[in-house]
């Protein structure tokens, strides 16, 4: 597990990072969590937890892409305008990662995050 | 299902190293960024078995504010209070006071006895 690939999640809302993340790491990565570019940055900065990936929802990912290709060479960043889009692009990270078997269909992701975000708006 | 931290605190790093380490005894760790987040995940129905709450954060709530609300409204979750100047208020009347700097192995120590699992570190 320790020298599986990490990836960097950067996502405003609990809501969509924390399902998002259970599945990547469910599909066997390694996962860090930010919920804007000023705290990826600071992860991207440590030396002893190196990032593979970054996956970005949101249009704040296009700032954050340009700054990574700047001066992280070698960070794989996968932009996602949408929700959807990024939980469809986890799916696709977790039909190449490193679990030999998938937990479950990707679109229960956004099945659980339409929810919970239900849930909150009730709630409000 | 394993047990469920929800841990608040605004300092991405010492959040992640807290949550690497939770998560290395097998719990599922919550990541928030404030006490507003926390406060959101909790409304939704997310599950919480215990949170680790930072004081001072962005937001319209301090993590004392937080944990008050929260045994109002779930008073199932134990709450850490972790700080280097939990400022106004006794922090040990609403949960364990974890005073900052920690070790990472302490904590999930802690964790472990509120949860009264065996195992841990």
């Given amino acids: ?124 | 299902m394993p047990a469920h931290i929800l841990l608040a605190e605004d300092e991405v790093l010492i959040r992640a190293l807290l949550a690497e380490e939770l998560r290395s005894h097998g719990l599922v760790v919550v990541e928030a960024a404030n006490a507003d987040e926390a406060w959101a995940y909790l409304q939704a129905g997310g599950r919480a078995d215990v949170i680790f709450s930072d004081v001072t954060m962005p937001g319209t709530m301090t993590g004392m504010d937080l944990v008050r609300r929260m045994k109002q409204h779930y008073p199932g979750v134990k709450a850490v209070i972790m700080s280097g100047n939990p400022g106004p208020g006794n922090p040990a009347e609403l949960g364990v006071f974890m005073p900052k700097p920690y070790r990472l192995e302490d904590a999930a120590k802690l964790a472990f006895k509120l949860l009264g699992l065996p195992g841990g570190p």
């Fill in chain 1, 1 to 124: 597990m320790t020298d599986s690939a990490r990836i960097l999640i950067v996502e405003a809302d609990l809501l969509v990072r924390h399902p998002l993340a259970e599945y990547l790491r469910e599909c066997g990565y390694q996962v860090l969590e930010a919920s804007d570019g000023a705290e990826a940055s600071v992860l991207l900065a440590q030396a002893e937890l190196p990032v593979d990936i970054v996956l970005a929802e949101g249009d704040a990912g296009f700032e954050l892409a340009a700054w990574i290709r700047a001066n992280h060479t070698g960070v794989q960043v996968i932009l996602a305008g949408t929700v959807t889009r990024a939980v469809e692009r986890a799916g696709e990270l977790c039909e190449d990662g490193p679990a030999l078997v998938k937990p479950y269909e990707h679109k229960f992701v956004l099945e659980r995050i339409k929810k919970l975000m239900a849930a909150r708006d009730r709630a409000k």
